[in-house]
Nanobody, 126 residues
Framework: QVVLVESGGGLVQPGEPLRLSCTSP????????MGWFRQAPGKDREFVAAITWNGRSPLYGDSMKGQVTISRQHARNTMHLQMDSLKPEDTAVYYCAARRLEDTTTSSSATDYAYWGQGAQVTVSS
């Protein structure tokens, strides 16, 4: 059983940064590529960023390209999403996702990810 746990969400003012983290407690080396998605109220889930199993070749979605940086510590099954210059329209629930161990390449399609976290609320408001 793979469990993903997000942390770092919260309320920030417009223009401020925020860093999300995702960890998979327990066994290490059991995940393939990992990614972040977000879902705002009344909208579909949207791809934000993804990274390969070894922390290379990041892939960014159009919605937050240039505003976010994804990183990963494979040995610790930990992934981060650094978000800068946040705007009110970035308010959403942010989900951590992981592909199976054998799926090492990135993907922007939610259906390619086998494991999901419970989500972290990010609210950008003054």
């Amino acid at each position: 059983q793979v469990v993903l746990v997000e942390s770092g969400g919260g309320l920030v003012q417009p223009g401020e940064p925020l860093r999300l983290s995702c960890t998979s407690p327990g066994r290490t080396f059991n995940l393939g590529a990992m990614g972040w998605f977000r879902q705002a109220p009344g909208k579909d889930r949207e791809f934000v960023a993804a990274i390969t199993w070894n922390g290379r070749s990041p892939l960014y979605g159009d919605s937050m390209k240039g505003q976010v940086t994804i990183s990963r510590q494979h040995a610790r099954n930990t992934m981060h999403l650094q978000m800068d210059s946040l705007k009110p329209e970035d308010t959403a629930v942010y989900y951590c996702a992981a592909r199976r161990l054998e799926d090492t390449t990135t993907s922007s399609s939610a259906t390619d990810y086998a494991y999901w976290g419970q989500g972290a609320q990010v609210t950008v408001s003054s």
